[in-house]
């Protein structure tokens, strides 16, 4: 490195199998100087941080954990890509960070071995060694990196110990000798993947010799078609080439974990040294419970218990919820200090502040579920959660793996969505999307609580159990077995195939990091603050628009105008008196509750004259099979966009003011009656139905736009929202139906 | 011939060969289920599916339905 000119900014891949602590190295280097996007066209996480090593600036590629360098589908091959200089739109690495866990180190040095055949400069970090240690496992690092050959750091990522040879690694990486391992594989093997390449590189001049070996490997049929390898200067010779491999005992693909794991207990050999006297683990000890027979279920329902309990709290979530809802208020109220009425101020306190501050609210409640999830991912117990549940959603086509995103979907199914990236298998992966909205997610809360609390008569049984929780379970657990039912019908329809398999690494429990943990809730609060701050704003300023123009103020107001009028002229002339009597305050009381009551019926005439309006009352005869009259079927048109708009919509169009969740509202719900008659709009089989509504429909715009990014296809949100939609029509239309038959 | 998904808990076997050419056979094969390694029986979840193994020194969870495709030396 000379003295005078900057070295040149290094970028360094960072790769390394799930639960190595990956993600706790990777914060603890670059703290919150990280940006995450996504690769084109895949699922996959694009995620760079910054350091500085003794002045010298790198860029950290974070890759995703995986198990081994051998793609067989798009995701997979991003990394594969991305080391090998060949993925667009990002930076040729210098090369190679692997971390590794030690106490585990057969396994993790499988992918080592695979990333030495790149010949990148390598730099191994061997972390996790207090876990090693405690297991009776002690590693000779030194004699570990005289045999690869390469550098070999023992970290404690967690508590950033082994970090200054790390850093002082980094600063000299020109330092660093490119990995050069001697090949696993025997002279035959390495024969035919040379001349495999030699044929390979007429057509692809560029094509890298790990690509050859890994053609030759790959028995799924993905390689062939990514590399374009068919055809008759290719495929008889890998045919040929594998038959003759198989003939010497060494058969495709069981050839290349057999050469490398050979390896590995070659170079371990001498180097790990076990404590004979055997014992029992502490992971061992808490598996005895949390995967027992009985205790494991048992504790699994009370951690559930638990989480949902904590994001109900009236303590914690709930307080905190209404520190933003009063926040909101009075910004709103602001708003109205400072500007006059008219179309701009209802876009502001309505449009704006209505629409993503009624999503914002949810943000506390979003933190605290992501807290759970994040812990009891952190310390490896989500990998048991799913062991346990596997059984049951084996069931209905799924595996154990689409547990955590459709927990995550409780909250929001935007990342439960996002989650789903963990699913290997694509079809997996697919149903698991397109079910997560059937989640009952937090925005359906306010629905549920303002029609229970109006409509559900409240009863206890058995001394605790109140009728407004019970329909709150059920509810959620109408979403859930309705998720299920219809994974099982995909399965069986048009996204047929077996049920995906379950192969899972239970990983050793550990104390959570809070680095890590804070850091992954930040990341997807930030990502929810984000969503509410552009499309649900974009998508409230069109819903305010529909729902407020056209609007003829002086035709609306002109039957009014004469009882305005004099109200305000008695007000005056009481107001005139210097001290006025009781009964006059009670009389100014009187004018004003007569006022605002003739405000809400001039908004509740303008909302009717709305576009909104004329679409509610154009749906009508649709929505009257489910007990419906036109105002609620145009809250349900008004909440396409965000299902939670629906207790706004409701609250302006039953001629209320904007505090929807109020008592007041409840009050007007149920005395609300049929127009032009005094038969109540609301029976409890009218509030079940609108309940089983929401709790079914896709009354949500970023959830589609997620399903539309993640599966790149314009098809399936298509699909989701038409199949949910059908699904809410039909469920909510047996509802009213039933219910009134039996209810009367 | 013995399968994997024949053991009974507490019980260790041999690896004999994985036959399959399947990505299922070649992610066990990957994750360390290779000839000549030793394997063991932990346990099972709850409803009897799926198992849970140890192997090279972790703990991994397979399906039965997986466990078929591990033949074990006799």
């Known amino acids: ?81 991305v080391l090998l200089g060949r993925q667009r739109n990002e930076t040729t690495p210098d090369g190679v960070l692997v971390i590794v866990d030690a106490s585990n180190l057969e396994r993790n040095l499988y992918i080592v071995s695979q990333i030495a055949e790149l010949g990148l400069r390598t730099i191994v970090v061997l972390n996790m060694v207090d876990v090693a240690t405690e297991r009776g496992i002690t590693i000779d690092a030194a004699a570990l990196e005289q045999r690869l050959g390469i550098p070999v750091v023992a970290t404690q990522a967690n508590r950033k110990e082994g970090f200054d040879r790390l850093r002082s690694l980094l600063a000299d990486f020109d330092q660093v000798p490119p990995a050069t391992i001697p090949s696993p594989f025997s002279d035959l093997f390495q024969e035919k993947v040379d001349s495999l390449h030699t044929v390979l590189k007429k057509r692809q001049p560029e094509l890298p010799k790990f690509l050859a070996e890994r053609l030759l490997l790959d028995t799924s049929g993905y390689l062939a078609d990514e590399l374009h390898a068919h055809g008759q200067e290719v495929q ?57 027979r009985f205790l494991g279920p048992l504790v699994f329902a009370l951690v559930m218990f638990a989480m949902f309990q904590s994001i109900f709290s009236e303590r914690v979530a709930m307080a905190l ?7 909101f208020e009075w910004l709103s109220e602001l708003a109205g200090s400072f500007m006059s009425e008219g179309p701009l101020l209802s876009l502001i306190q309505n449009g704006i502040i209505g629409g993503v501050g009624s999503v914002l609210v949810f943000l506390p409640q979003i933190c605290i579920l992501f807290l759970f999830i994040a812990v ?42 996002m989650a789903a990236r963990v699913i290997e298998n694509r079809r997996d992966r697919l149903i698991t999307i397109l079910i997560a909205p059937l989640m009952s997610c937090s925005a359906r809360l306010p629905v549920y609580i303002l029609l229970v609390a109006a409509f559900v008569p409240d ?20 979403g859930m077995i309705a998720a299920l039912l219809v994974a099982l019908v995909l399965r069986k329809t048009i996204l047929r195939g077996e049920t ?85 305050e009670a009389q100014l009381e009187e004018i004003d509750a007569r006022l605002s009551a003739i405000d809400n019926q001039i908004a509740g005439t303008h909302l009717r004259n709305s576009f909104l309006g004329q679409g509610g009352q154009w749906i009508e005869p649709v929505v009257r099979p489910l007990g419906w009259d036109w105002r609620i079927g ?49 029976t409890l089989p009218v509030a079940l139905s609108v309940m089983v509504f929401f709790a079914l429909c896709a009354q949500c715009m970023a959830t589609l736009a997620v399903i539309k990014r993640e599966t790149n296809s314009w098809w399936w949100p298509l699909f989701t929202f038409t199949y949910m939609t059908v699904l809410a029509y039909v469920a909510a239309f047996i509802t009213y139906q039933v219910g009134t038959l039996i209810l009367g | 011939m013995k399968l994997l998904s024949q053991l009974k808990v507490g019980q260790e076997g041999v690896v004999a060969e994985i036959p399959g050419n399947d990505s299922v056979s070649v992610r066990l094969l990957e994750m360390g289920i290779t000839p000549g390694a030793t394997v063991k029986l932990l346990g099972s979840a709850p409803l009897g599916d799926p198992l849970e ?22």
Request: proline letters at 6%; charged letters at 20%.
């Open chain 1, 1 to 81: 490195m000379s003295v005078d000119a900057p070295a040149k900014p290094l970028s360094i891949a960072l790769v390394g199998n799930p639960n190595t602590g990956k993600s706790t190295l990777f914060s603890a280097l670059c703290g919150v100087r990280q940006k995450t996007g996504n690769y084109p066209g895949v699922t996959v996480e694009k995620k760079h941080g910054q350091l500085t090593a003794s002045g010298r600036k790198i860029t950290l590629i974070d890759l995703p954990g995986t198990y081994s360098l051998a793609p067989r589908s798009p995701d997979e091959m991003v990394a594969v890509d």
């Open chain 1, 634 to 682: 145009a809250g349900v048109l008004a909440s396409f966009p965000a299902r939670e708009v629906v207790v706004g919509t409701l609250g302006v169009i039953y001629n209320l003011g904007e505090d929807a969740e109020s008592d007041s509202l409840r009050e007007q719900l149920q005395n609300a009656t049929w127009e032009g008659t005094d038969r109540k709009v609301f």
């Open chain 1, 376 to 417: 009891l991912e952190d310390c490896g117990y989500m990998a048991r959660a799913a062991y346990l549940m596997d059984r049951l959603f084996s069931r209905f086509g799924l595996s154990g793996r689409s547990f955590i995103p459709l927990l995550s979907s409780f909250a929001c199914a935007i990342p439960g969505i």
């Open chain 1, 236 to 292: 008889p010779g890998i045919e040929k080439a594998r038959t003759e491999l198989a003939s010497v005992g060494t058969p495709v693909p069981a050839v290349e974990a057999i050469a490398r794991y050979g390896w590995v207990q070659k170079t371990l050999d001498g180097v790990v040294t076990r404590d004979t006297t055997p014992r029992q683990s502490v992971t061992d000890r808490i598996d005895r419970v949390l995967t027992h």
């Open chain 1, 321 to 327: 919820v209404g520190w933003i809802e009063f926040a």
């Open chain 1, 500 to 584: 995906p398999p379950f192969v899972l690494e239970l990983p050793t429990y550990k104390w959570p990091d809070i680095s890590t943990v804070l850091g992954r809730v930040f990341d997807r609060a930030m990502a929810f603050v984000y969503r509410a701050g552009t499309l649900i704003f974009a998508v409230t300023v069109i819903v305010w628009a529909v729902s407020y123009f056209p609007r003829d103020e002086e035709a609306v107001q002109q039957p009014f105008a004469a009882e305005i009028a004099q109200l305000q002229s008695e007000r005056e002339s009481i107001e005139a008196a210097e001290t006025p009597t009781p009964e006059e």
């Open chain 1, 459 to 478: 009863r206890t049984y058995l001394g605790f159990i109140r009728s407004g929780t019970l329909t709150m379970l059920a509810m959620y657990a109408l």
């Open chain 2, 53 to 74: 193994i140890e192997i090279r020194g972790y703990h991994l969870s397979l399906r039965r339905q997986e466990a078929m495709l591990v033949h074990l030396a006799d």
